[in-house]
């Protein structure tokens, strides 16, 4: 991931360097459970360094990236360096070693999703009076609250939050199983030791790899956790736009530029960049899915896709939900253009509550139906205030003061906005 996006302790999880070191630290734990180093070699080994351009020099030789690192660390140790590798191919070092940086990753986007989900859990308590139009179809429909609003955001983060979760808890495993997977030159006890030490979960049955179903689930759900981030995003770009205004990204007076020729703008940057990288973590999981099928034990086509998507999602999403947290907690609520806009349609939005009272007067429900929708449309096409239309028809004998009392539409938003408690 390019370095704009790239937040630092995610990114220090991805570098050629944190590659390396996690190589390092498969191969010292595999050399710890052999039965033949003595205790001398055994600490000529846990010593043992390795430079990045030392590797690199190495494989033009090599052509084989673990080959190459192999060497360097084994001269690194002296002649207990021939007690490094041993048994082991380089799956055994690769994919075990990617979990651990799996592991390290999984615990930065897990704590990024849990701020992101009670961000909006806050906002939302504290809007679950902000009394805002609801839209369907992107028309207005009935009133709501904001809170309310938000406290489906921060049930949809939750949900992103438990697969993440799961996502990284099943991808956490390792394999020692050398060649083909049948433990020929190790062992299965041997296997669980080293693993044991590294904090991994086994693969039951690795082939030679770790199975990519895994990673492509993973994947999976790292783009369901995007597209959570973009519906929310993409209600910030609705509310900002002029026409609306009921909710703007903050902005830095004073000092940050909407735009480089006209002064007056403040845009929805944040969120429209959210928008977009959710496209990219989509496309990721893409390749994830494609990556599951290997020949036979085991090939290597899913390896070079891999080494960028995986990096590459976990460091675009440790970004967006940055981003998106910052905006959850950081949005100016116009809570007066809310209440503004709620007489956009001089009144229509309260169709439904004409349509329920005339059928419970005693008309059939299409009968009521094209009275509501007469009087709402000619209230929206001629600028004029339903309740006076309907003021104009006594003979309807409609209690308006009951009709078009905004409390209906919010009575239930504590109840609703509480349900809240029950996760954070």
């Known amino acids: 991931m390019i370095a704009r996006y790239t937040r630092p302790e995610i990114g220090a999880v991805w570098t050629d360097e944190a590659k390396l070191e996690s ?7 595999c050399a710890l459970e052999t039965e033949g180093p003595t205790p001398a070699e055994l600490e000529a080994i846990s010593l043992a360094t390795f430079t990045v351009e030392a590797v690199l020099e190495r494989e033009k030789v090599t052509d084989h990236d673990v080959a190459a690192f192999v060497d360097v660390l084994s001269a690194s140790a002296g002649e ?15 994919d075990t070693a990617l979990g651990v940086q799996l592991q390290k990753a999984g615990e930065i986007l897990i704590a990024g999703a849990r701020d992101f989900r009670d961000a909006l859990a806050e906002q939302a308590r504290a809007h679950v009076d902000t009394v805002c139009v609801g839209r369907t179809h992107g028309v207005h429909a009935e009133p709501t609250t904001f809170g309310v609003k938000l406290a489906g955001f921060a049930f949809e983060a939750d949900r992103n ?9 099943q991808a956490a495993v390792g394999a020692v199983s050398g060649a083909v997977g049948t433990y020929s030159a190790t062992s299965p006890d041997f296997e669980r030791r080293v693993l044991d030490r ?18 492509a689930e993973l994947l999976q759900a790292i783009a369901l956790a995007g597209a959570g981030l973009e519906r929310f995003a993409t209600e910030i770009r609705h509310l900002q736009r002029t026409e609306v205004r009921e909710v703007e990204e903050p902005f830095r007076a004073g000092a940050q530029k909407g735009s480089s020729a006209m002064p007056h703008k403040r845009n929805p940057i944040v969120s ?23 020949w036979h034990e085991r090939d290597i086509s899913h390896s070079g896709a891999e080494r ?7 460091i675009a999403l440790d970004y967006m939900q940055a981003l998106a947290t910052r905006l959850a907690r950081g949005m100016v609520v116009h809570a007066d253009r809310m209440r503004e806009n709620l007489d956009l349609t001089y009144g229509a939005l309260f169709s439904q509550r004409v349509l329920l009272a005339l059928v419970q007067s005693g008309l059939q429900r299409d009968d009521a139906y094209r ?12 600028r004029t205030p339903l309740r006076e239309l309907l003021e104009a028809e006594p003979e309807l004998g409609l209690d308006l003061e009951t009709i078009f009392d905004l409390g209906h539409y919010t009575k239930h938003a504590h109840e609703i906005v509480s349900r809240l408690d029950a996760v954070v």
Not at 308 to 314: E, H
Request: proline share 2%; aromatic share 6%.
């Open 80 to 94: 207990a360096g021939r007690w490094i590798h041993y048994g082991l191919t380089s799956s055994d070092v690769l």
């Open 371 to 382: 009275i509501a929708q007469r009087t709402a449309q000619q209230a929206w096409d001629t």
């Open 272 to 294: 429209e960049r959210v928008t977009g990288l959710a496209r990219v973590l989509r496309g990721y999981a893409q390749v994830g899915v494609e990556d599951v099928a290997l």
């Open 23 to 29: 190589w390092r630290q498969v191969e010292v734990a």
């Open 198 to 215: 590294l904090g991994l979960q086994s693969e039951p049955v690795s082939t030679q790899v770790v199975a990519r179903d895994r990673h």
């Open 308 to 314: 960028v998507v995986l990096p590459d999602a976990t």
């Open 161 to 169: 939050l438990k697969r993440l979760e799961r996502a990284f808890d």
